[in-house]
């Protein structure tokens, strides 16, 4: 049973914009650490965008998508969200949610794992001219 479903993908050009979007089924996202991950061909999966469960819902991002990649939650709609700014060749990619997270915010690893392993299915995003 999937626990996490995605939708949003799709292909853009350079400079454009896309939203992603991972909602809940049977699973609240209200209050956990949410992250999202890309993986392209032959490369291992990469944790790019983490939102915790802390009281600021503080938001972390790796170095390649800060400034231009937002996550964000709408708890009424069990959803969380991955607003992509400015997006370039190099982002295309597999995208995933996952309620974990893992990242590096610059030299310091930002991670979050209660032992809930849940993966959403993939979303295929493809920036190009």
């Known amino acids: 049973q999937l626990l996490l479903r995605q939708s949003g993908g799709g292909l853009v050009r350079p400079g454009g914009s896309l939203r992603l979007s991972c909602v809940g089924s049977?699973?609240?996202?209200?209050?956990?650490?949410i992250g999202w991950y890309r993986q392209g061909p032959g490369k291992e999966r990469e944790g790019i965008a983490c939102?915790?469960?802390?009281?600021?819902?503080?938001?972390y991002y790796t170095d390649a998508v800060r400034g231009r990649f937002t996550v964000s939650r709408d708890t009424a709609k069990n959803t969380v969200y991955l607003q992509m700014d400015n997006l370039k060749p190099e982002d295309t990619d597999v995208y995933y949610c996952?309620?974990?997270?893992?990242?590096?915010?610059?030299?310091?690893?930002?991670?979050?794992?209660?032992?809930?392993?849940?993966w959403g299915e993939g979303t295929l995003v493809n920036v190009s001219a």
């Open positions: 996952a309620s974990r997270c893992g990242l590096f915010d610059g030299a310091t690893y930002r991670n979050r794992y209660y032992g809930m392993n849940y």
């Open positions: 939102l915790f469960d802390d009281e600021q819902e503080s938001k």
């Open positions: 049977e699973f609240s996202l209200d209050r956990r650490a």
